[in-house]
T-cell receptor
Framework: AAGVIQSPRHLIKEKRETATLKCYPI?????VYWYQQGPGQDPQFLIS???????DKGSIPDRFSAQQFSDYHSELNMSSLELGDSALYFC????????????FGPGTRLLVL | QQQVKQSPQSLIVQKGGISIINCAYE??????FPWYQQFPGKGPALLIA?????SEKKEGRFTISFNKSAKQFSLHIMDSQPGDSATYFC????????????FGAGTRLAVHP
């Protein structure tokens, strides 16, 4: 079965640079969630989209922005990167706003030097 | 403020033993409680989930016990195997169209042969 695809899998950036993370949800899934997981920590919700509209917002820095496109893939744009942004970034997808199960992708490991 | 509190932080169990992980939540409006299993470098994978109108749910070797009045739920892994060694996260959410997962801090389980 097709799973959530994230790219790139690994990313190394310098401070103050920008990064773009991409997420391709499971086919027919219309809801995308972004989570950030620091080393040894639990995933923290950043933002979600349903049918290309932002549906909820969590602890996402103003330096970050995201959107969902017509093919339902989503991109997380991160600017003015800081050392503290180094983390695993997960995308999850589900079917419908009331979809119970969120399926997580393999994550993008971002390292900011 | 941790809305979902998870314990223990780490757990060592012998092969064939029972692993028990506990979680407590604050928000009585939460109506969906999943458990996720995460291996190093991988995304969380849904293990089992429960709604608050059910006191117990069993799937294979995995059982969730739910105590609504105490606002607690737990995961029991019967006949624990070395392959179960992973980090386990409990989570809670409100299926009101937003569905963001609030995770516990995680339990690192090691099953020794």
């Amino acid at each position: 079965a097709a799973g959530v695809i994230q790219s790139p899998r690994h990313l190394i950036k310098e401070k103050r640079e920008t990064a773009t993370l991409k997420c391709y949800p499971i086919p027919r899934h219309d809801t995308v969630y972004w989570y950030q997981q620091g080393p040894g920590q639990d995933p923290q919700f950043l933002i979600s989209f349903y049918e290309k509209m932002q549906s909820d917002k969590g602890s996402i820095p103003d330096r970050f922005s995201a959107q969902q496109f017509s093919d339902y893939h989503s991109e997380l744009n991160m600017s003015s990167l800081e050392l503290g942004d180094s983390a695993l970034y997960f995308c999850a997808s589900s079917f419908g706003l009331a979809g119970e199960t969120q399926y997580f992708g393999p994550g993008t490991r971002l390292l900011v030097l | 403020q941790q809305q979902v509190k998870q314990s223990p932080q780490s757990l060592i169990v012998q092969k064939g033993g029972i692993s028990i992980i506990n979680c407590a939540y604050e928000n009585t409006a939460f109506d969906y409680f999943p458990w996720y299993q995460q291996f190093p470098g991988k995304g969380p994978a849904l293990l089992i989930a429960i709604r608050p109108d059910v006191s117990e749910k069993k799937e294979g070797r995995f059982t969730i016990s739910f105590n609504k009045s105490a606002k607690q739920f737990s995961l029991h892994i019967m006949d624990s195997q070395p392959g179960d060694s992973a980090t386990y996260f409990c989570a809670a959410t409100l299926l009101n169209g937003y569905n963001k997962l609030i995770f516990g801090a995680g339990t690192r389980l090691a099953v020794h042969p």
